[in-house]
């Protein structure tokens, strides 16, 4: 999975690079971690960005956090930060041998979006693939539109659609690998 803070738009449309939040950094290594995913990517071309990001990683993994919260160490180390979507891509294909498939995620549908279910479908086949979501107003569009599905918005009851990325990346999680009916199979 990849969080993308570039290229994404502000809320004026203009493509930016988004700040990092610390907060996401743990939430989302966390809920990667459950649903036993392999590895989290954070993606920033700002060195400064990358710095701070490896610094709380060192808090987490080799200082006093680690021993403090032995499970948060279990998720960011599983945990990386790179300059570039290409750069994860490349490393996905280093660990596999194929270039892996790119799922984008986004607040808007797109043409062609593709259903939860039917990108269940698709993922038990095997293949390797990213998780691609955005920061801030979203993955610019030529990202979006230049992966090999897009999966359909996470909507509510209405009209608002504005999730904090941490409450898209669980709620999508959960639909493409929670499991399913464990109540069902444990009354049988």
């Known amino acids: 999975m990849a969080l993308l803070h570039y290229p994404v738009y502000n809320k004026n449309l203009d493509i930016v690079v988004s700040s990092i939040t610390t907060l996401d950094i743990h939430d989302i290594a966390r809920i990667v971690r459950t649903y036993s995913l392999g590895k989290f990517y954070i993606v920033t071309p700002l060195k400064s960005q990358m710095e701070l990001i490896k610094r709380l990683f060192r808090h987490w993994t080799d200082g006093y956090g680690a021993l403090y919260n032995p499970t948060r160490k279990e998720a960011l180390l599983k945990t990386d930060v790179v300059k570039s979507l290409e750069d994860v891509i490349k490393e996905v294909e280093g660990f596999h041998g194929k270039r892996p498939l790119l799922i984008a995620t986004d607040a808007k549908r797109f043409p062609g979006s593709i259903s939860y279910d039917k990108m269940i479908y698709s993922l038990s086949k095997k293949n390797q693939y990213i998780l691609l979501f955005g920061t801030a107003w979203g993955i610019e569009k030529s990202i ?4 090999d599905f897009i999966l359909e918005p996470i909507m509510g009851i209405d009209d608002y ?3 904090p990325v941490r409450g898209a990346v669980a709620i999508t ?4 690998f929670g499991r399913r009916n464990s109540h069902a ?3 049988a």
């Open 185 to 187: 199979s444990e009354s």
């Open 144 to 147: 979006v539109t230049g992966t």
């Open 173 to 176: 999680l959960d639909r493409l």
């Open 161 to 163: 659609n504005h999730l």
